[in-house]
């Protein structure tokens, strides 16, 4: 990208101070893989979100991860697997997070998408940071159901979670959110 102004870089400038929920500013997210963005070019953004979303196992990460902490953007760990565990746990910044993304969207079995959440969940439990989790497809149920129950914070959608608790088409996002909402409450 060479420093030139990217797309995404106008995006992350556009919205971060104008999104608000409530009369309050709301907090953003964005994902870095998404956004197909790097150290040099998050340095462009003159209103930088307040949170990242870093995948470990992204190429960059850790240089990534600090320059959005000296930029004084939150970093939100997405690990996937155990050797993004390792990455993370190595990375002189790991305390530092905002919080951990449990990510199991590799994993569809839905038994074994659990268990690598919880083995993920508990290597990264030493940290201290709340931890947020989701999963894929038809296993994105379960792991949501796991996350509850050991008191996390979950993330659905459509991004991942195509197919509903019954086995049909999901819900759409709200629908979704409506959903874990009414069983939380």
């Given at each position: 990208?060479?420093?030139?102004t ?12 104008t999104?608000?929920v ?10 870095v893989?998404?956004?197909k963005?790097?150290?040099e ?14 995948n470990?196992?992204?190429a ?22 155990h050797d993004?565990?390792d ?24 038994p074994a998408?659990?268990?690598l ?6 290597r990264?439990a030493?940290?201290g940071?709340?931890?947020?989790w ?14 509850l129950?050991a008191?996390h914070d ?18 759409g ?13």
């Open positions: 990208m060479g420093g030139a990217t797309p995404a870089s106008a995006v992350v400038t556009t919205l971060a101070p999104i608000e409530g009369g309050q500013r709301a907090e953003l997210a964005v994902k893989q998404w956004l963005t790097g150290a070019s998050t340095r462009l953004w003159t209103a930088p979100p307040d949170v990242v979303s870093l470990l196992v992204e960059g990460s850790i240089e990534l991860g600090h320059v959005l902490l000296e930029r004084g953007i939150g970093i939100e760990a997405g690990v996937f697997t993004d565990v990455r993370l746990l190595a990375a002189p910044w790991a305390g530092q997070v905002r919080r951990v993304l449990v990510e199991v969207i590799f994993e569809h079995e839905a998408a659990v268990e959440a919880r083995a993920l969940d508990a990264v030493g940290l940071r709340p931890r947020l989701h999963g894929d497809g038809q296993a994105s149920w379960a792991v949501v159901d796991a996350a129950e008191g979950v993330r659905v959608g459509l991004e991942d979670s195509l197919i509903g608790r019954d086995g049909g088409p999901a819900a996002n709200a629908g979704q959110v409506a959903e874990i909402g009414a069983r939380t409450s």
